[in-house]
């Protein structure tokens, strides 16, 4: 089972909303991460978690606030987001680097965002 | 730092033809890994093939094989016998096998597959 499931599917929000989205992978990975895609651009990089800790944080404004509750599941906490931030947010997960080996990352299907 | 360049924004290919999308890439390392990633219009993106750069052998995966010329820094993916749900994006991708956990993207390459 290579599946990592994304919660909302779509999501539209206003200026001003606090919102959540959810990410859930039981493949027993131990990294997992957010990316930003806009349309017909490759996936940017937000955060990593590594064995539940932040390990990279590439620079992302505090109005997305990530958390990784336990080793399954990774949220991005929404607040304040300005219209430049609708995209496709993405959740990926993989075993991470372990004896030397890189593993390959598998992504969820995303969550549309839409800001008002 | 490493770059990613995929040089054709689209391609077309024939039903059942085959087809062959160029990804070449900087870096000073010795060792490190490649990808093409898959992502249909609005669906999900899907890792199509990896390469580890310390293998000579290139990978294959049913239908798709890639040509990894590393002195040349070249990873190129073929695609055999098209089909028309071949029709995505596809993503060509680096990792450092020094422990970083960050995948450097090209900026992909559109291909339409035509009946």
């Known amino acids: 089972d290579t599946e990592v499931t994304q919660t909302p599917k779509h999501l539209v929000m206003g200026m001003t909303n606090k919102k959540s989205l959810k990410c859930e992978q039981h493949m027993g990975h131990r990294a997992m991460y957010w990316y930003k895609q806009k349309a017909k651009k490759p996936p940017e990089l937000m955060f990593v978690?590594?064995?539940?800790?932040?390990?990279i944080n590439e620079s992302v404004p505090s109005r997305f606030s990530p958390e990784c509750p336990n080793s399954s599941l990774l949220n991005l906490h929404l607040h304040a987001l300005q219209p430049e931030d609708s995209a496709l947010y993405l959740c990926?997960?993989?075993?991470?680097?372990?004896?030397?080996?890189?593993?390959?990352?598998?992504f969820g299907p995303g969550t549309r965002l839409t800001v008002t | 730092a490493q770059t990613v360049t995929q040089s054709q924004p689209e391609m077309s290919v024939q039903e059942a033809e085959t087809v062959t999308l160029s990804c070449t890439y900087d870096t000073s390392e010795s060792d490190y890994y490649l990808f093409w990633y898959k992502q249909p219009p609005s669906r999900q993106m899907i890792l199509v093939i990896r390469?580890?750069?310390?293998?000579?052998q290139n990978a294959t995966e049913n239908r798709f094989s890639v040509n990894f010329q590393k002195a040349a820094k070249s990873f190129s993916l073929k695609i055999s016998d098209s089909q028309l749900g071949d029709a995505a994006m596809y993503f060509c991708a680096y990792r450092s096998a020094d422990g970083s956990e960050k995948l450097v993207f090209g900026k992909g390459t559109k291909l339409t597959v035509n009946p």
């Open positions: 390469q580890e750069a310390y293998k000579q």
């Open positions: 990926a997960s993989s075993q991470g680097n372990w004896r030397g080996r890189s593993y390959e990352q598998y």
């Open positions: 978690y590594s064995y539940e800790k932040l390990s």
